[in-house]
């Protein structure tokens, strides 16, 4: 049992986005709809657009969530070829778009890094990782206890 996990380590990676200020301003730039009726609002009283803002609102929830997800994907599709496997964990609050643990042999280890390291830069600084390791394997062993 000790042999097995002698040449493979633990990973964990957690990312957030630095300011959420700036990915809304982005979700606003890219989708014409929301733009539109945001502009369609501002134009009104706020007493008389009460049912916009709540359509706004839930618009913008539903493109953060898909832009959450499709980056938690993308990450995690790129990292996955290096580990032998992946154990996700739940997201804590909005900023936090991953939290995973990868199981990693030794010889890819550095591969591993340099894979976080690159998506790191390919943030332009907009995104947190908090990358620990090597740890041991914590998260992928299961331990059953009987009592006779």
Do not use: C
């Amino acid at each position: 049992l000790l042999h097995w996990g002698s040449d493979k380590v633990e990973l964990g990676l957690k990312v957030y986005w630095k300011e959420l200020a700036g990915v809304f301003q982005e979700l606003i730039e890219e989708s014409q709809q929301i733009r539109m009726l945001k502009e369609a609002i501002a134009a009104k009283p706020p007493e008389a657009t009460y049912f916009e803002r709540i359509k706004v609102g839930e618009m913008v929830k539903g493109a953060f969530e898909e832009k959450k997800e499709n980056l938690r994907n993308r990450t995690l599709e790129l990292l996955k070829p290096y580990a032998i496997d992946v154990k996700t964990s739940p997201i804590y609050g909005d900023s936090m778009v991953l939290n995973a643990a990868f199981f990693v042999g030794k010889e890819k280890e550095s591969f591993f890094d340099q894979a976080v390291q690159e998506l790191a830069s390919q943030s332009n600084g907009n995104l947190q990782f908090k990358y620990v390791g090597p740890v041991p394997p914590f998260n992928f062993v299961t331990v059953r206890i009987r009592w006779e």
